[in-house]
């Protein structure tokens, strides 16, 4: 125990360290950087990654991966604009589309929980699929108009500068960090992504479990996608395509473990800072899109690398000061007879 | 006292399943679809299937030591744009110094993806995420927005895809495909009958047990990194040859295909089981499915990602059916056997 909280001290600190250098380049190279506007532009930019990248640590420390994320939101702003332009009111299309997500999280819940077939391979299937359900709905055109309440909740602020989005992730922020870090529900989430054996063999029910985490994680993308339907103004199919990258890429930078069972939200909260930091910070130097996604793709291997270096270089030296010390009892003892 | 299908071993009846279903598919799209059981069905299914399945070759040899290279797609784009501006910067260049390039480039970028795995004990998945949007990003930055296009490719390279080398009555058999049937049986016999294919299958099933036998399993996953990479850069050829009109975008998305075929072609995602046979004829089914189905129920071109998703969760979801009944067949069996 103490020693995961050293490690989680340290890689936290790790992140706090990376966090203060992008800023203080970033502030050297643009004084407005730290202003209120351009710091709430900057979460506003990606906000609904982050939305999802919230779910996406339950479902990863859960020891489960969820790639559909990206086609849910996707599938989800597409169902919004194709029932509205089909004459539904808005916030029923908005519900249908929520509920929608609903659906496809349970669609994945149950062949992970259920059936037990590997999350990797039937979230690959829900990523193909469920983008290939939007298409279908909305071909190869462009849905926008949508009513001026729906925009200006997407676009402009609603409580004194924060926009409905920037609301609504700090409360998803702080009701999972609570739910994750300090509820019998949160503790059961890390049972299960230590070793879903034995939480079964301990009478977890763990199928239960992780079929609410993908539907949780299933809505929570459906909303994002809603959001970003309403913040972009208008829908294609290949909206959202490719952010599970990114989402996938926040919560492994946040010190969660691939294998499951290992981070917190507290990591997640600093990895986010990173990145949105990281990539406004490139903006202002003129560096392009496809290039900050490179640096963070490079970002994201050597957050694992590192650390397995400098344990790997420990390990060396331990088995090196161990071989030393059984030398040197060898000659104690020839020395003794 | 055995009967023949009791000796069938699971990857051999996923095989034979997949042969059976694309007869089956054969069979109903041509007494469905006016004029499908054609010479144009046939060889638009194959210049598809050359590239997407020769990357799957590759993808099963990282799958069957419980890894996954996603970095495939911009691998074959890279390779496809690099070798293709070379060729149109020096037309005198030889096939057989294009295709080495090709291959040398793949290689040394999967090479990258395992060292990183194998020696710096970075999941796979993140790697090659990692290295997918990396490669990707090198390709950008190298093509510059510019696009290489047929017309300053050597006359050669184009001609490789139209080629016809011989004809079985009305259907061609064209160069790109007769490189991965080749690669196909090469590296099927190479996963059956050498060390090196027994060892993928011994560290996929166990990785500890395969450490603990003594087996350098950090070599073996290097290798079979590089291999796929390799691979991916041979598929960047035959993209290259198939398109002639490469640009920043090529070969996205390639590296979905190539785990949903390996995924249909019966490769477990959890390593130690499957071939690259079936992973072939899962890239063929998959396609032929696809184009059967699209004219066949009349729909449109935008139903064809749903029905691979669908596709690719029966697959899975049958396997795991499939794997379960063989397993109480042998439980039944083997008691049966104790109690004689």
Not at chain 1, 241 to 247: T, Y
Not at chain 1, 276 to 288: A, D, E, H, Q
Not at chain 2, 75 to 85: K, L, P, Q
């Amino acid at each position: 125990m103490a020693t995961n909280l050293r490690r989680l001290l340290r890689w936290e600190g790790f992140l706090l360290a990376i966090l203060a250098l992008v800023v203080i380049v970033n502030v050297s190279r643009a004084p407005a950087y730290l202003t209120l506007a351009n710091q709430i532009n900057l979460f506003q930019l990606s906000i609904e990654k982050i939305i999802v990248a919230l779910v996406m640590a339950f479902v990863i420390i859960n020891g489960e991966i969820d790639l559909s994320v990206a086609s849910v939101m996707g599938l989800a702003a597409c169902l919004t604009a194709v029932l509205f332009e089909s004459g539904m009111p808005m916030p029923l299309a908005i519900l249908i589309a929520l509920l929608a997500g609903v659906c496809c999280g349970a669609f994945n819940g149950f062949w992970v929980a259920y059936v037990g077939l590997p999350s990797l391979a039937v979230t690959l299937a829900g990523m193909i699929g469920f983008r290939g359900v939007a298409r279908i709905l909305i071909e190869d055109r462009s849905i926008g108009g949508f009513p001026e309440w729906f925009t200006t909740l997407g676009q402009q602020p609603l409580i004194g500068p924060f926009p409905l989005s920037l609301v609504l992730f700090a409360t998803l922020f702080a009701l999972a960090l609570i739910i994750l870090q300090f509820s019998g529900v949160g503790r059961l989430v890390y049972v299960v992504g230590n070793n879903a054996a034995v939480a079964r063999y301990s009478g977890i029910d763990t199928a239960r479990l992780k079929m609410g985490i993908f539907i949780a994680s299933g809505l929570i993308a459906a909303m994002a996608g809603v959001l970003l339907a309403a913040r972009l103004g208008a829908v294609r199919g290949n909206t959202a395509e490719g952010f599970e990258l990114d989402i996938i890429t926040i919560v492994l930078l946040g010190g969660v473990s691939i294998f499951g069972g290992v981070g917190n939200l507290v990591g997640v909260g600093l990895a986010i800072l990173v990145i949105l930091n990281l990539r406004n910070g490139m903006s202002l130097l003129n560096v392009t899109g496809n290039v900050q996604t490179g640096v963070i793709g490079v970002l994201l291997i050597l957050s694992v690398l590192l650390p397995n270096l400098v344990q790997m270089a420990r390990e060396r030296i331990q088995r090196r000061m161990a071989e030393r010390k059984e030398v040197h009892i060898e000659t104690e003892t020839s020395v003794s007879s | 006292m055995t009967i023949w299908w009791q000796r069938l071993r699971p990857e051999q009846i996923r095989e034979l399943s997949l042969v059976v279903l694309i007869g089956v598919a054969l069979l109903i799209f041509s007494s469905q679809i006016e004029n499908f059981l054609t010479a144009r069905t046939f060889n638009r299914i194959a210049a598809s299937v050359a590239i997407v399945g020769m990357v799957a070759i590759g993808q099963t040899l990282v799958v069957l030591t419980r890894n996954i290279d996603l970095s495939v797609g911009s691998i074959v784009g890279f390779t496809a744009y690099f070798v293709g501006s070379q060729l149109a910067a020096n037309n005198a260049m030889g096939a057989p110094a294009a295709v080495l390039l090709a291959i040398a480039v793949g290689g040394g970028m999967g090479l990258v993806n395992g060292v990183i795995v194998a020696y710096g004990r970075v999941p796979a998945i993140i790697t090659t995420l990692g290295t997918l949007a990396i490669y990707r990003m090198l390709l950008i930055n190298y093509a510059n927005a510019r696009t290489v296009t047929v017309d300053s490719l050597p006359a050669w390279v184009v001609e490789l895809s139209r080629q016809t080398l011989f004809s079985i009555g009305d259907f061609a058999v064209r160069p790109l495909m007769v490189v991965t049937l080749a690669a196909v049986v090469i590296f099927q016999l190479v996963l059956i009958y050498t060390i090196f294919g027994r060892r993928l299958y011994a560290i996929g099933s166990n990785p500890e047990a395969a450490r603990f036998a003594g087996l350098p399993a950090q070599r073996i996953v290097l290798t079979a990194f590089t291999l796929c990479g390799a691979l991916a850069g041979l598929a960047g050829f035959l993209f290259l040859a198939r398109f002639g009109t490469i640009t920043a975008v090529a070969g996205q998305g390639i590296e979905l295909e190539s785990v949903a075929a390996v995924v249909v072609g019966g490769v477990n995602t959890f390593g130690g089981s499957g071939t690259v046979l079936g992973a072939f004829l899962g890239a063929f089914l998959i396609d032929l499915l696809g184009q059967g189905l699209l004219r066949w129920l009349g729909i449109s071109e935008f139903w064809r990602d749903a029905l691979l998703g669908l596709l690719i969760l029966l697959a899975v979801a049958s396997d795991a059916v499939i794997l379960g009944w063989l397993r109480r067949l042998w439980q039944a069996r083997t008691e049966v056997n104790h109690g004689n």
